[in-house]
């Protein structure tokens, strides 16, 4: 794929995101959803999306922090804009009440520190969505972080569905820009939160430069095998758990009929 044959439509993909949660949400009789509200933008155009497609008064979104968030004010300027129902859950107890526990038991990595949070936070999105009939978390993984790792197993890469999981954070963000979300929200460095550093400084490399790979072939061989190599490795968080690739169709896993 060369330069000047690939360009990203938002209306296109949109509408093939619409198509396909609308099959997928009539086949397991969706009727609410569940999103954690981050304050960056995949959370905010996953909740834009639903918002749009299934009306503002079936989506949830749920404010997570951990303790103190710094950007927290994002996050609830996100579901004021949309005018989305919401609910603000502070997991520090819960994550300090753990580390406790399991501190004289274990030695508590950096690592852990780093995830623990995020799979805290999606039990905590399960717990409230099993708290309504017909209601769903949705999950707000991009294509991008995925293929280098930056998702944390049964953390944030957990959900029943995966609407942006095909797109890279280039086209997530001119989805985002497409939809009207705020720019300062749509273009936000980003970052975990939890490290001094953005996901991009820790990588060694910009988004822009993965997404031409992604979808260009575009950069040198020693960068091609860096990511290659970071999609080797971090694979298996993909494998484990199956996600919907709304771009792509669906496989028939219809039975056939008993004679």
Same mark, same amino acid.
């Given at each position: 794929?060369?330069?000047?044959?690939?360009?990203?439509?938002?209306?296109?993909?949109? !509408?093939?995101?619409?198509?396909? !949660?609308?099959?997928?949400?009539?086949?397991?009789?969706?009727?609410?959803?569940?999103?954690?509200?981050?304050?960056?933008?995949?959370?905010?155009?996953?909740?834009?999306?639903?918002?749009?497609?299934?009306?503002?008064?079936?989506?949830?979104?749920?404010?997570?922090?951990?303790?103190?968030?710094?950007?927290?004010?994002?996050?609830?300027?996100?579901?004021?804009?949309?005018?989305?129902?919401?609910?603000?859950?502070?997991? *520090?107890?819960?994550?300090?009440?753990?580390? *406790?526990? !399991?501190?004289?038991?274990? @030695?508590?990595?950096?690592?852990?520190?780093? @995830?623990?949070?995020?799979?805290?936070?999606?039990?905590?999105?399960?717990?409230?969505?099993?708290?309504?009939?017909?209601?769903?978390?949705?999950?707000?993984? @991009?294509?991008?972080?995925?293929?280098?790792?930056?998702?944390?197993?049964?953390?944030?890469?957990?959900?029943?569905?995966?609407?942006?999981?095909?797109?890279?954070?280039?086209?997530?963000?001119?989805?985002?820009?497409?939809?009207? !979300?705020?720019?300062?929200?749509?273009?936000?460095?980003?970052?975990?939160?939890?490290?001094?550093?953005?996901?991009?400084?820790?990588?060694?490399?910009?988004?822009?430069?993965?997404?031409?790979?992604?979808?260009? *072939?575009?950069?040198?061989?020693?960068?091609?095998?860096?990511?290659?190599?970071?999609?080797?490795?971090?694979?298996?968080?993909?494998?484990?758990?199956?996600?919907?690739?709304?771009?792509?169709?669906?496989?028939?896993?219809?039975?056939?009929?008993? *004679?």
């Amino acid at each position: 794929m060369n330069t000047s044959t690939y360009h990203f439509n938002a209306q296109a993909a949109f !509408l093939h995101i619409e198509a396909h !949660l609308r099959h997928w949400s009539a086949e397991v009789e969706a009727k609410q959803f569940v999103v954690g509200i981050s304050g960056g933008k995949d959370s905010a155009v996953v909740a834009a999306l639903l918002a749009r497609i299934f009306g503002a008064e079936h989506v949830l979104g749920v404010l997570l922090p951990n303790g103190m968030q710094s950007d927290i004010r994002d996050a609830r300027g996100v579901v004021e804009r949309l005018g989305i129902r919401s609910l603000e859950v502070n997991i *520090n107890p819960c994550f300090t009440a753990l580390l *406790n526990e !399991l501190s004289p038991r274990c @030695n508590i990595s950096e690592v852990c520190c780093i @995830n623990l949070p995020a799979r805290l936070r999606m039990a905590t999105l399960f717990a409230i969505a099993q708290c309504e009939r017909n209601t769903f978390v949705i999950n707000t993984s @991009n294509l991008s972080e995925d293929i280098v790792g930056y998702a944390t197993q049964f953390g944030d890469n957990a959900g029943c569905y995966a609407p942006i999981q095909s797109l890279t954070v280039t086209e997530v963000k001119a989805l985002g820009d497409w939809l009207g !979300l705020p720019a300062h929200i749509v273009h936000k460095t980003p970052a975990d939160g939890l490290q001094q550093s953005s996901d991009e400084e820790r990588l060694g490399f910009s988004y822009a430069e993965l997404d031409r790979l992604i979808r260009l *072939n575009a950069g040198s061989a020693e960068f091609r095998k860096k990511v290659q190599n970071l999609y080797r490795i971090n694979r298996f968080k993909q494998d484990i758990v199956r996600m919907p690739h709304p771009l792509f169709p669906f496989p028939n896993f219809v039975a056939s009929p008993q *004679n």
